[in-house]
Structures are given as C-alpha cells and as structure tokens.
T-cell receptor, first 114, second 113 residues
Framework: NAGVMQNPRHLVRRRGQEARLRCSPM?????VYWYRQLPEEGLKFMVY????????ESGMPKERFSAEFPKEGPSILRIQQVVRGDSAAYFC????????????FGPGTRLTVT | GNSVTQMEGPVTLSEEAFLTINCTYT??????LFWYVQYPGEGLQLLLK?????DKGSNKGFEATYRKETTSFHLEKGSVQVSDSAVYFC????????????FGTGTSLTVIP
C-alpha cells in the first residue's frame, strides 16, 4: 500500500505565477489535510477536505489560496499570484474515514518563489 | 483553544547522552498527543503517540508519558545515537470533527560522535 504521495517534490515559481501542488492520499483514505511549514517554524494547519467537500479551511489565507479534493484524482492546493512569502514546504496528510483515523504525512512539496 | 509549546533548540548532545525535549500543551477536552520526527529533506514520521492520560508512548528507545496534571508530554531517550539527529515536533490532535494537528515549533537535535 503506497503512502501519501505529493508532487512535485520541488517547485520553483516566479512572483506572480501560479503554483499547483498535488496530493494523492493513501488507498482507502477519504480525508486530506494540508499544512504549511515556513522556515524554522512548525507546521500550520491550512485546510481539511473530504471528497468534493471542504470541511475546515480556517487556516487558509483569505486570498490567492484555494484547495479542492475532487471525486476522482488527487487533492490540489492552488496558490495564485505567488509572492516570496509563499516560499515554504507544503505537507499533505491523509486519514481513513471515521473520527479516530491516524494521519499519515506525505514527503512534502518545497515551493520556492524567486 | 489548542496549542503546543515546545522547548526551543537547537540541542547538541554527545553520543550516548540522555535526551529530554520538553513539551506542554493547552487543549479543550482530552486530546491525543504525538511526537513526530523529521529528517533533513523529508516529511514527518510518527515517532510515538499517547491517546489518554498516563499512557506512555514508546518507539526506538524514545518514550513520552501523557501527564494530564502538568499538561505535558516530554520526550526522553536514555542514550542517543548520531542517527537520531533530526527535528522533533510535539503535536496534539483534538477530538472534534476534522482532527487537525496542532504542532510545536520543532526542536532540532544534533548528536555528535
């Protein structure tokens, strides 16, 4: 059973471009979480999604950031008009259905904005 | 609300030294507590966990006990190795819908031979 997969592992974007980060949860997992890790900081929760639904987006910046988890395919975190402050590692975690599901983390996507 | 306060680093120890990384938390209700480890360039790996008061999580020689009275979950290891060099994150997960994690800022550990 493959783990949580994220791609790309490294992404370089110029200011003003769009960044699209993909996360494929573990097989059988229907819950996806996105976290951001800024340099020298811990992980900060961004958004929690189930298939076709955003459950909790309290950690998402109000502008330029969006997330989806379609019925088919990976979850996508989209950052429009990136700025240097968006440079960070973005981690995805998934868990199976139910309240007690353990979260399993992917290897992360390291976004660099030049 | 929920939050985690973790001992600041970096921590440098000699091989076979005793390790303690302090972690205290604030939470509503009865959260689950975790220690994650992050090796350079990699994602987070679960090191150990405890789901209720007085539980002790252990793995690879690391231990942590869920102390409700002191709201703490300190990480300990009796004899560290060079391969333990990594960043360690304390985290809690509430029992509300969503089960999001709240992480500490991480403690960088370097073990020198």
């Amino acid at each position: 059973n493959a783990g949580v997969m994220q791609n790309p592992r490294h992404l370089v974007r110029r200011r003003g471009q769009e960044a699209r980060l993909r996360c494929s949860p573990m097989k059988g997992h229907s819950h996806v979480y996105w976290y951001r890790q800024l340099p020298e900081e811990g992980l900060k929760f961004m958004v929690y999604l189930q298939k076709e639904n955003i459950i909790d987006e309290s950690g998402m910046p109000k502008e330029r950031f969006s997330a989806e988890f379609p019925k088919e395919g990976p979850s996508i975190l989209r950052i429009q008009q990136v700025v240097r402050g968006d440079s960070a590692a973005y981690f995805c975690a998934s868990s199976p259905p139910g309240q007690g599901g353990e979260q399993y983390f992917g290897p992360g996507t390291r976004l660099t904005v030049t | 609300g929920n939050s985690v306060t973790q001992m600041e680093g970096p921590v440098t120890l000699s091989e076979e030294a005793f390790l303690t990384i302090n972690c205290t938390y604030t939470a509503t209700g009865y959260p689950s507590l975790f220690w994650y480890v992050q090796y350079p360039g990699e994602g987070l790996q679960l090191l150990l966990k405890a789901t209720k008061a007085d539980d002790k999580g252990s793995n690879k020689g690391f231990e942590a006990t869920y102390r409700k009275e002191t709201t703490s979950f300190h990480l300990e290891k009796g004899s560290v190795q060079v391969s333990d060099s990594a960043v360690y994150f304390c985290a809690l997960r509430g029992r509300s819908i969503g089960n999001q994690f709240y992480f500490g800022t991480g403690t960088s550990l370097t073990v020198i031979p």
